[in-house]
């Protein structure tokens, strides 16, 4: 006499996999009652303040620009050209050595 043990077990696992469907398919239609029953939600909303506004704006300005004061620039090169420009060499030097200092980390 030859007994099937493997047949037990199916059995068992079907009717577990059939209780969890079950399950599931409970908690999918509760879960479209509650999303049918509940009244339409107010949408959230967002208001920026007149200040809000203007700063946003002055970063996009700010972001735009090249960061270079271009009317400055051609003042200074037409004053080379026209040989005007003076150069304070005194100013130039210390400047000069505070560079190196702080890239050679020496002060």
Do not use: C, H, W
């Given at each position: 006499?030859?007994i099937?043990?493997?047949q037990?077990?199916?059995?068992a696992?079907?009717v577990?996999t059939?209780k ?5 398919q409970k ?10 029953s509940a009244p339409s ?26 960061g270079?004061?271009q009317?400055k620039v051609d003042?200074i090169?037409?004053?080379?050209a026209?040989?005007?420009y003076?150069?304070n060499v005194e100013?130039l030097?210390?400047?000069i050595?505070?560079?190196e200092?702080?890239l050679?980390?020496k002060?």
């Amino acid at each position: 006499m030859a007994i099937n043990v493997n047949q037990g077990v199916q059995n068992a696992t079907t009717v577990k996999t059939d209780k969890v469907d079950q399950s599931i398919q409970k908690q999918q239609v509760a879960q479209q009652q509650v999303n049918m029953s509940a009244p339409s939600q107010k949408q959230d909303s967002v208001s920026l303040t007149t200040q809000a506004q203007q700063f946003t704006k002055a970063q996009e300005k700010a972001s735009n620009s090249s960061g270079v004061d271009q009317e400055k620039v051609d003042k200074i090169k037409q004053a080379i050209a026209e040989g005007k420009y003076k150069i304070n060499v005194e100013a130039l030097a210390r400047r000069i050595m505070q560079f190196e200092g702080e890239l050679f980390d020496k002060k």
